[in-house]
C-alpha cells in the first residue's frame, strides 16, 4: 500500500457512519449484508448510507455484487490487512514481539476453521 491509498483508506475511516459500516461488514463475514440490512442496522437512511458506501467503495474498503434485486456489501479484508500492514510497517524497529502478532492478525480472517478453532483454544 502507498501513501496515497493509505490517506483514501483513512479519510473514508474518519467518518463515523463509515467507520460503523466497515466494523459491521467486518462482522458479517464474507457473506456480507445487503445494503437495506446495514441501514436499517445503523438507523442510517437508505441515502446517506449509499453515500458512505460510495466512499468506502472509492477507498477499496468495501466490495459489492449484485444479488437478484439487492446489492450486497463485503469488508475487503485483504484492503484493510494491507492498512493495518501500512501502519505497522516501519513499527519498533522490526520489533520481533510486535511483527508476530502482525503475523498472526494476517490469519484471522482468511476463512480457515483452523484460525478459528486456534483463536476458541
Do not use: W
Request: with cysteine.
Amino acid at each position: 500500500m502507498d501513501d496515497r491509498q493509505a490517506l483514501a483508506s483513512f479519510s473514508a475511516l474518519s467518518q463515523e457512519t463509515r467507520l460503523q459500516v466497515v466494523r459491521t461488514l467486518v462482522v458479517a463475514g464474507q457473506d456480507g449484508l445487503a445494503a437495506g440490512s446495514i441501514a436499517e442496522g445503523l438507523d442510517v437512511s437508505p441515502s446517506n448510507l449509499s453515500f458512505h458506501l460510495k466512499e468506502l467503495g472509492h477507498a477499496g474498503l468495501i466490495s459489492q455484487r449484485r444479488e437478484s434485486r439487492s446489492i450486497v456489501y463485503s469488508a475487503s479484508y485483504d484492503a484493510l490487512a494491507d492498512l493495518v500492514k501500512f501502519l505497522m510497517e516501519d513499527c519498533c524497529s522490526g520489533h520481533p514481539g510486535i511483527r508476530a502478532s502482525l503475523e498472526r492478525s494476517e490469519e484471522c480472517c482468511d476463512g480457515s476453521t483452523k484460525s478459528q478453532e486456534a483463536t476458541v483454544a
